[in-house]
């Protein structure tokens, strides 16, 4: 979909439209034409290399999404019951959902007020004898403090999973994000900073994982074909979408390039709207890529985080609400999990925070109506 050309006042913004022209079509058309669409096709093994390359992996191995990439790279790692495994609340279900099908358990810690990133102090108050995993996300564009983390895991003899899903691009004091732990995870849906519309991938170093990994993900088929010692899944990606990928990751370091040019005009434009918390700009060890562009309604606001949406939707606007944390999740307390959970940073981030339109081809036209219908809101709302 292109929205060149249309009025800016009166087209609706998206919250998020890929950007499909580079190589996109001239890559599936090779697909099509030479027949291969399957996941046996030559773009899945050159994705695979070209991401493995791009974040100084030995292995990459595509899947359908970064949800099944989770749940493979939980799997490879034999964790399951009595295992736990230490998580940010404040992220999507795939990473808890992953964990909890592997029979571990997962124990949350609040995310950080100013980064939303998980709280990396608090994480080495949960390490008990059963602890056998950090699970690390980085959140909305800003990467997790990593050094900490990967002290402790050292130290307490722990594997760190790293979620890099909406970090794709990102750096952490230079170092890619997707090289961190013993093994990465990425998504790959319209949102991220390279899609193929549905798809994911794993990222290690480690041989005998990563041949776990492709077995996990391929039904765990054997030499002798339909003879299985261990379950596993259809995980596949098809060649279809990793030519997707591969032409978007061509235009990587551009995609990230115009993110970050994004959030700086947005930060901008929002300079004189106290009433609206902006993501951080930089960090010691990263710069911000506004993978999202997050906001959060100070207190005296008197509005939530769903009413701003809704009157910004009235007013053409696409808004996402933040996460909602884990150990609020009604399918996991039902499951008796964080029952003495206590991380009230993460719960007033759901019921404060949203996102603007992010798309990584947003005009400066089209930020400028946003802040203008965000500050109108704002006011009316003040004046109610
Ligand atoms: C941090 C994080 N991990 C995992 C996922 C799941 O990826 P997918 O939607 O491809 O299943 C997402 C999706 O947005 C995500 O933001």
New binding site residues.
Partial sequence: MSSVNVDVQSSFVPVNEPLLDGNEKAYLCQCVETGWISSEGPFVTRLEEGMAARTGRRHGIAVC???AA?EVAVAALDLGPGDEVIMPTF??I??AAAIVRSGAIPVVVDADPATWNMNVDQVAQKITPRTRAIMV?HIYGLPVDMEPILTLAERHDLYVIE?A??AIGQNYYGRPCGSFGDISVL???PNKHVTTG?G?MVLTNDDELATRCRSLRNLCFQERRFVHDELGWNFRMSNLQAAVGVAQLERLDEFVERKRRMGQFYSELLADIPELQTPVVETPYARNVYWVYGVVLRNDVPLTALEAMRSLAAEGIGTRPFFFPMHEQPVLRRAQLFQDAACPVAERLARRGFYLPSSIGLREEQMVRVVESCRRILRAAAAA
């Fill in positions: 999404n970064g949800s989770l992220t999507i795939s990473c996300v979620d899903a909406e998504s790959f849906y549905e994911g």
